[in-house]
C-alpha cells in the first residue's frame, strides 16, 4: 500500500478528511522549502503537493505563477524538487508527497529516470497537469512498477467517458477542479461540488480531493462535508510571500486554523 493509500484509509477510520495543502518549491528562495514542508505537516498536512516551477503554466492563476518566476529566477529545476523532498525525508518518513506540475520538465528529464529519481527520493505520486489519461499510459506503467501514484485532474466540464478512463488509470486520489478557471479565482458553489464530486464517486473508488477557490477556514470546512480531501494552494503561497522570514510560523497557523475547522464538522458527524 502506497503512503498516500495509507494516509487515506488511516483519516477514513478517524472520520476525518484530508488536508492537502501546495506550495511552489524554491519560493520565496530554495533554502526555505524543506522547513515550508515541515511547518505545513506541523499545521495538519496529511499530503503536500509540492509544486514545480514552470514557466508557461496552464491552471495556475496568477499568485502561483508570480512564484513559480521567483523560483525559476533562482535556478530550481526538477531535479533539485527532487531533492527538497530527499531532504525532508530524512525527518519526516509518513507524510506522502506529490509533485504537481507540467509535462515538458519530465520529458527533458526523462520519464524512466524521473521515476527513478523520484522513488529513490521518497516521492509518492506525481500530478502532471498536461498529461490526459491519453497520453499518460507510459508515466502510469512507470510509476506503479515503482509503486508510486499517478494523480489525475477533473473538472467542471469533464464527460463520462474521461471520468471512465481517469477512474482506471488514477492512482491514490483524484483532484476535482471546482471552479472553470485557474487557480485562485472565484468562490465555490459547494451543492454544485457535491454533486459532481457524487457522479465522480460513481467511476471510481479513489477519494475525491476538491481544489481551487479554497481561500480560508469556513470554504475548507464546507468543501469537507462533501469531498474526502480539501486543497488549498494559491492562499498559502501568498500567504508564504507576504510573511518573509516568518513564512513556515504563519503557514503553520493559516492551515492549523483551517485543519480546526475541517475536523470540527467531520468530528461531528463522526461522533
Known amino acids: 500500500m502506497s503512503r498516500i493509500a495509507a494516509a487515506f484509509e488511516q483519516l477514513k477510520a478517524q472520520g476525518r478528511k484530508a488536508l492537502i495543502p501546495f506550495i511552489t518549491a524554491g519560493d520565496p528562495h530554495p533554502a526555505m522549502t524543506v522547513p515550508l514542508m515541515h511547518a505545513l505537516v506541523a499545521g495538519g498536512a496529511d499530503v503536500i503537493e509540492l509544486g514545480v516551477p514552470f514557466s508557461d503554466p ?3 492563476g496568477p499568485v502561483i505563477q ?3 518566476e521567483r523560483a525559476l ?10 531533492d527538497f523532498t530527499e531532504e525532508f525525508r530524512k525527518t519526516n518518513q509518513h ?3 506529490v509533485l504537481m506540475g507540467y509535462a515538458n520538465p519530465i520529458e527533458a528529464m526523462g520519464m524512466e529516470q524521473f521515476a527513478n529519481r523520484a522513488k ?3 516521492v509518492d505520486g506525481a500530478l502532471v497537469v498536461d498529461y490526459p489519461p491519453e497520453e499518460a499510459k507510459k508515466l502510469v506503467q512507470l510509476l506503479d512498477a515503482r509503486a508510486l501514484d499517478t494523480i489525475f485532474l477533473l473538472s467542471p466540464t469533464t464527460r463520462d467517458a474521461r471520468l471512465r478512463q481517469v477512474g ?5 486520489y483524484l483532484y476535482y477542479v471546482s471552479l472553470k478557471g485557474v487557480t485562485g479565482a472565484g468562490n ?11 457522479h465522480i464517486r460513481t467511476f471510481t ?3 475525491v480531493g476538491v481544489g481551487f477557490g479554497i481561500r480560508d477556514a469556513e470554504s475548507a470546512r464546507r468543501v469537507a462535508e462533501v469531498a474526502d480531501a480539501v486543497v488549498i494552494g494559491s492562499r498559502l503561497v501568498q500567504e508564504i510571500i507576504d510573511a518573509g522570514n516568518d513564512a513556515p510560523a504563519r503557514v503553520q497557523a493559516l492551515l492549523a486554523g483551517i485543519r480546526g475547522a475541517m475536523d470540527s464538522i467531520v468530528d461531528t458527524k463522526a461522533a
Not at 168 to 172: A, N, P
Request: proline share 5%; hydrophobic share 45%; no cysteine.
Open 73 to 82: 529566477a533562482q535556478g530550481v529545476t526538477l531535479k533539485q524538487v527532487i
Open 95 to 97: 507524510t506522502p508527497v
Open 168 to 172: 482506471e488509470l488514477g492512482r491514490g
Open 205 to 207: 473508488g479513489l477519494p
Open 66 to 68: 508570480r512564484a513559480s
Open 188 to 198: 465555490i458553489d459547494v451543492a454544485e461540488v457535491a454533486q459532481r464530486v457524487n
Open 120 to 122: 529513490a527520493a521518497g
Open 58 to 60: 496552464m491552471a495556475d
